[in-house]
């Protein structure tokens, strides 16, 4: 059964620093992995996908990384804005279903 | 496009009530998953339909959880007797026929509906 873990589950820093979120899965057949963003009392925005052929993925200042041989994802935030502060959910595709680790609490102080 | 709508956004109820959730999917979107988000963790599958028609419901608690999509567009799910244990945001998503079969599985989830089982 595929496990998805995220390190930190916290995690606080200083507005305008550049910070990464990790991300590890335990079965590596998967069609792709997900990073999404969830604001408090609101359902889940897809942030970026990466197709298990893929390395990476760019949007604005995200970036997120697939390793899959190693099981592992990371999203790099640059210049990390107060907006930014939410959960950071990582999930990973199976043939039918996602599976969502327990995701990063992000806060950027002003 | 409308995104996913989900009623009620929030539910209150004692042990051992009965409780219903609705959620109408994006038009068009023949897959329609629940899951279960207890604070603290990640979504849990709870069911998926495709069209009308259960793909997978393994982890839904069957001796008291129960849904239904009826004619392949809104549905219901439905906790009877609720637990304290239930206390939960439901968030329901869906994806449409193309991005179900590619196993691409990019899900538009509604805001949710909380739960607090007291």
């Known amino acids: 059964k595929q496990e998805v873990t995220q390190i930190p589950a916290a995690l606080s820093v200083p507005e305008g620093e550049n910070l990464v979120l990790n991300c590890s899965f335990t079965d590596s057949a998967i069609y792709n992995l997900q990073w999404f963003r969830q604001d408090p009392g609101k359902g889940l925005t897809s942030l970026l996908l990466i197709q298990s052929s893929q390395r990476e993925q760019t949007s604005g200042r995200l970036n997120a990384s697939l390793d899959k041989s190693s099981g592992r994802s990371t999203l790099y935030i640059a210049a990390s804005q107060p907006g930014d502060s939410a959960t950071y959910l990582c999930a990973v595709s199976g043939a039918n279903n996602l599976f969502f680790g327990t995701g990063t609490r992000l806060t950027v102080i002003p | 496009e409308a995104g996913v709508a989900q009623s009620p956004r929030y539910k209150i109820i004692e042990k051992r009530q009965s409780v219903a959730f609705w959620c109408n999917p994006i038009s068009g979107h023949a897959t329609l998953y629940w899951y279960q988000q207890i604070l603290g963790q990640g979504p849990k599958l709870l069911i998926q339909f495709q069209n009308n028609g259960v793909v997978d419901d393994s982890q839904l608690p069957k001796d008291r959880f129960s849904a239904e999509r009826l004619k392949g567009v809104d549905s219901t799910l439905k906790i009877q007797p609720a637990k304290l244990e239930d206390s939960a945001v439901y968030l329901c998503?869906?994806?449409?026929?193309?991005?179900?079969?590619?196993?691409?599985?990019?899900?538009?989830f509604g805001a949710g509906s909380r739960l607090t089982v007291l």
């Open positions: 998503a869906s994806t449409n026929q193309y991005q179900f079969l590619s196993g691409a599985n990019v899900l538009t």
